[in-house]
């Protein structure tokens, strides 16, 4: 048999086998060691109410909705890019909608990867982080990093600082000459800065970029007096965020996603590599809220999640809270908008169009809590060359309705928004 790649892309709901098939965007083959290994990490997923994959007996498996990277402890990397159009569809058109997508999650400006970088750029999730946190780090290290005072207590030969006079009491015979001081050393071991520094660990031991080795090499040694962090959680909850630290904020969200705080679901395990997994509906739903806080009227309040109301009270407490995606408040009137990552068929009126009845019930609870039972909500679908526009309206009787509608992810823009009645700004901005 011919051995398998070592990189492999695919998209999301592919199929993976260890026989050799025709490479593809929907069907790939992976040697025995990393089908095995996915099949450890599935079941290991599956534990906390997630779903990577499903196995179908020893020889293939099919991929869930998660996008991303993933590297198995063979060696091969699995790329997972979204699937965005029932047919056709380019691997570096589906690259380009992902980094779109994660832009968009981590909440950055789109100056940050121009147009010409998502056209030329032609790397795996995994080192396209790791080359945007070097640059970042670059840049900072470049403006000067932040220190701060630390107490030091130490004996010296000479006095510095203040003396202890406890200690130095206690002096045994003929160590009189020595003197036990405390003062102030000013030194980078910031929060910020171990935090920088564990992840550039990270990525220089797992980049197979050689220009990112030298680039990781060379901070390394730049930053080689500062301790990297021993406690993740703690050191991000203390980071800095006064007028002193505003040029530590663009590189925070790479800090995070490669240290694995941000990331909807991490990798974990005894194999520590560069794997980062996200779940489409989290990407779809980050990216409708932002192109609608950025397209929206001044004034008109966007939430993501809203939390402030429950399906019944139990004990006279709410019990089973109920959170749309999305709740937008202008003045007194309410809308209610829940985004799906799902390919719909318009023109498949006998399958209910590919809409899920739980849904609705789901938009109908929604709707008597959030809105009182009467007002408009929408559900929200990636655009398609199989829905194009949206469907006719649907009536749950007393004045509630919903309309589902479909989001451009190329052109950025929500078709059929006008059925909502919502006040948008004069000119839209960009997302």
């Known amino acids: 048999m011919t051995p398998a790649p ?35 990490l599935s079941d290991r997923i599956s534990r906390g109410g997630a779903r990577l994959l499903q196995v179908e007996g020893r020889r293939r498996l099919k991929l869930d909705n998660f996008v991303g990277v993933i590297e198995t402890p063979c060696g091969t990397v699995l790329e997972i890019v979204p699937k965005h159009h029932s047919e056709g569809g380019s691997l570096a058109d589906a690259r380009a909608l992902l980094r779109k997508l994660l832009l968009a999650l981590l909440d ?26 070097l640059a970042e780090l670059d840049t900072l290290v470049s403006c000067g990093l932040r220190f701060e005072y630390h107490r030091v207590s130490e004996e010296l030969p ?27 050393v000013y030194l980078p071991d910031r929060p910020e800065n171990r935090l920088l520094k564990l992840a550039l660990e990270r990525v220089r031991q797992g980049t197979r970029n050689a220009k990112h080795w030298r680039l990781a090499q060379e901070l390394s040694f730049r930053l080689a007096e500062i301790p990297a962090s021993q406690q993740v959680k703690q050191d991000f909850r203390a980071w800095g965020h006064d007028r002193l630290m505003a040029h530590y904020r663009p590189i925070r969200p790479w800090c995070e996603l490669i240290l694995n705080q941000l990331m909807p679901l991490a990798v974990a395990g005894e194999y520590q590599g560069m794997s980062l997994l996200f779940p489409m509906e989290k990407l779809f739903e980050c990216f409708v809220a932002r192109w609608l806080r950025g397209s929206l009227a001044a004034g008109v309040d966007v939430r993501t999640p809203a939390r402030s109301q429950s399906l019944c009270v139990h004990q006279q407490k709410p019990i089973f809270q109920l959170e749309p995606d999305i709740l937008i408040a202008d003045g007194s009137q309410r809308w209610v ?26 938009l109908f609870a929604y709707g008597q809590k959030y809105l009182g039972g009467n007002g408009r909500m929408a559900l929200i679908y990636p655009r398609t060359e199989n829905f194009r526009s949206p469907l006719d309206g ?10 589902v509608l479909p989001f451009d992810l190329d052109q950025e823009c929500l078709l059929g928004a006008e059925h909502l009645g919502l006040a948008h700004r004069p000119k839209r901005l960009a997302a």
Not at 24 to 35: G, I, K, R, T, Y
């Open 158 to 184: 000479f006095l510095r600082g203040q003396l202890n006079l406890n200690q130095q009491l206690r002096q045994p015979p003929g160590c009189e000459h020595r003197f036990h001081v405390q003062h102030e």
């Open 108 to 133: 950055l400006p789109a100056r940050d990867v121009g147009e010409a970088s998502l056209q030329l750029f032609d790397a795996p999730l995994s080192d396209w982080v790791m080359g945007r946190f």
């Open 337 to 362: 908008l829940d985004t799906k990552w799902k390919l719909l068929e318009a023109s498949n009126r006998a399958n209910k169009y590919g809409l899920s009845q739980s849904d609705f019930y789901q």
């Open 394 to 403: 649907f009536d749950f009787g007393g004045g509630l309705s919903l309309v």
């Open 6 to 40: 070592r990189k492999v892309s695919v998209r999301e709901h592919a199929w993976l086998c260890t026989e050799p098939v025709p490479a593809s965007l929907d069907c790939a083959q992976v040697n025995e060691s990393a089908f095995d290994y996915l099949c450890r």
